[in-house]
């Protein structure tokens, strides 16, 4: 084993993300209302997304032999590598056009975006409450696009009763095992959910892990979705539209992805007309399928 190995972790349960936001008045003005989607800002250059804890040694951690090249098992995280393939689980192509219009909610030291290991599935749970009917279809189209083009294999592990909540634990073996919590969808309101005050509609993102200060890489996140103003949406006509455009921007966010300036992007803060996954958001989620595989972790 490696004595000196550390566990550091972010500030825990800390999330990268962003909410959104619908202008709903622009929504109910007709037809063919252009549908704002904003950035509420409050998270958008918080310390809690670049800020790491210094490493914190496990004192507890389970003790190997001379040799036992095995991680040591850090006492708040599960046994390292689980699911983890030699190679990537997808080889997504790339994009067609080439585009910078990305940008990433985290990097590491040299310059790689931060993201989720493409090595090994990335479960997630619903807490589907109060989801309002016809989500389910949605939400699945969401996920199916931003794994074809981050080649993130997102396995559905039903439904839960876990709750959003600002600081969510990573590791919670009690009720998901011992391994790193799946990624939590939330259907939820402002009352339970208070980053969906006034008119945020979602709010997104997913929790770093590093060992030693070394390279970064996502181990869960949570996604949030303001059911009274999606219930909102779906009445309105086109509305399914715009909701598929929240759930894949926030999940742009959970998989790694910041805003743009550049209003053609699915990732910029404000959505005219809800085109989908652009030439930008394309090019950055296909640079997160290049993240590192991580056995250590
Ligand atoms: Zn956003």
């Not at 959003?164 to 790193?180: C, F, I, L």
């Amino acid at each position: 084993m490696d004595p000196e190995r550390e566990a550091t972790r972010a500030p825990k349960h800390r999330r990268n993300g962003t909410a959104l936001r619908v202008l709903r008045g622009v929504l109910m003005a007709g037809i063919a209302a252009v549908v704002a989607i904003l950035v509420s800002g409050y998270l958008q250059g918080d310390p809690r997304i670049t800020a790491l804890f210094p490493g914190v040694s496990v004192p507890g951690a389970p003790q190997k032999g001379p040799g036992d090249t095995e991680p040591v098992h850090p006492l708040d995280a599960p046994p390292p590598g689980l699911e983890e393939a030699d190679t990537p689980l997808a080889s997504p192509p790339a994009p067609g056009t080439t585009n910078d219009s990305y940008k990433f909610l985290a990097t590491n030291d040299d310059g790689t975006p931060v993201g989720y290991s493409p090595c090994r599935p990335l479960h997630y749970v619903v807490n589907n409450a109060t989801a309002p009917a016809g989500s389910d279809a949605l939400l699945t189209t969401a996920l199916a696009n931003i794994s074809a083009a981050s080649g993130i294999q997102f396995i559905n592990d039903g439904t839960t009763d876990e709750l959003p909540v600002d600081k969510r634990e990573p590791y919670q073996p009690a009720k998901y095992g011992d391994r790193w919590a799946p990624l939590l969808i939330s259907w939820t309101t402002p009352e339970a959910a208070p980053a969906l005050a006034e008119n945020v509609i979602g709010t997104g993102g997913s929790t770093m892990y590093s060992l030693n200060k070394g390279p970064k890489s996502y181990i869960t996140g949570s996604l949030e979705l303001d059911t009274p103003q999606v219930m909102e949406l779906l009445a309105s006509p086109g509305g399914a539209d715009y909701v598929l455009a929240v759930m894949q921007h926030e999940l742009g966010h959970v998989v790694g992805l910041d805003h743009v300036d550049d209003p053609i992007q699915l990732m910029y803060p404000e959505i005219g007309a809800p085109d989908g996954l652009a030439a930008g958001d394309l090019n950055g989620l296909h640079l997160l399928a290049s993240a590192p595989c991580r056995k250590d972790i």
